[in-house]
């Protein structure tokens, strides 16, 4: 359920910047007055519900090396949803202008300080899967590229306010390679945990015996 909603959530978003007209970053997609606010900040939210879906379907799940080992994995996924959700109820205001410039408010604060938060726990979730085993590792490693490269060049030029429509894109492909990344831990975390049951009922049920058997 967790990964199908973080799939909607990731289909409105990309449908909302393809009927954005202009510039802007991911969170302007969901500023006051915008039309695409009502769609993104819903698919903010469907993240926000996905995430902390997948979190309790993989509670306990941990790591157990090094310092990202000293918690569970769904602990940071929580800490993420939790922030998107905050992201989503309060949207930054029209414009989306950065914090501590002109024109900023103090929802702009919010919204900029939970959707960084939300980032780098979901950062951290990714980093701590690479401890789980091979499979897991390389599902993480082009994230971990991707959502490090992108989001670093995205936001070293938001801060520069130059080349807003690149950054804008880098930081959609930023946030687009972290929730497929997650996507595919919940649903490699099922398929891992459903194998032995399913092998297990399949082992029950008494084969047919062959002629060349009797």
Same mark, same amino acid.
């Given at each position: ?58 509670? %306990? @799940?941990?790591?157990?090396?090094? $310092?990202?080992?000293?918690? !569970?994995?769904?602990?940071? #996924?929580? &800490?993420? *949803? ?82 807003? %429509? @690149?950054?804008?894109?880098?930081? $959609?492909?930023?946030?687009? !390679?972290?929730?497929?990344? #997650?996507? &595919?831990? *919940? ?28």
């Amino acid at each position: 359920m967790g990964a199908s909603l973080v799939l909607l959530a990731l289909g409105m978003m990309w449908a909302s910047r393809i009927v954005y007209r202009g510039d802007t970053y991911v969170s302007g997609l969901g500023a006051e007055g915008e039309v695409t606010a009502l769609a993104f900040n819903v698919s903010l939210g469907l993240v926000a519900f996905g995430g902390a879906a997948s979190a309790f379907g993989l509670w %306990g @799940l941990r790591s157990g090396r090094g $310092l990202f080992g000293a918690w !569970a994995l769904s602990s940071s #996924l929580l &800490a993420a *949803s939790v922030m998107f959700a905050v992201g989503a109820a309060v949207p930054c205001s029209s414009g989306c202008p950065i914090p501590f410039t002109g024109g900023s408010t103090p929802q702009d604060y919010v919204h900029t300080a939970a959707a960084v938060l939300g980032f780098a726990f979901a950062g951290i979730g990714i980093v701590q899967s690479v401890g789980l085993g091979r499979v897991y590792a390389m599902l993480a490693a082009p994230s971990i590229l991707f959502v490090i490269a992108a989001s670093a060049a995205g936001g070293i030029l938001s801060i520069a306010e130059v080349a807003t %429509g @690149l950054g804008g894109w880098l930081e $959609l492909i930023a946030t687009t !390679a972290a929730l497929l990344w #997650l996507v &595919a831990l *919940s649903w490699t975390t099922q398929h891992r945990l459903m194998m032995p049951a399913i092998a297990a009922d399949r082992g029950a049920i008494p084969r047919p015996r062959t002629m060349a058997a009797q």
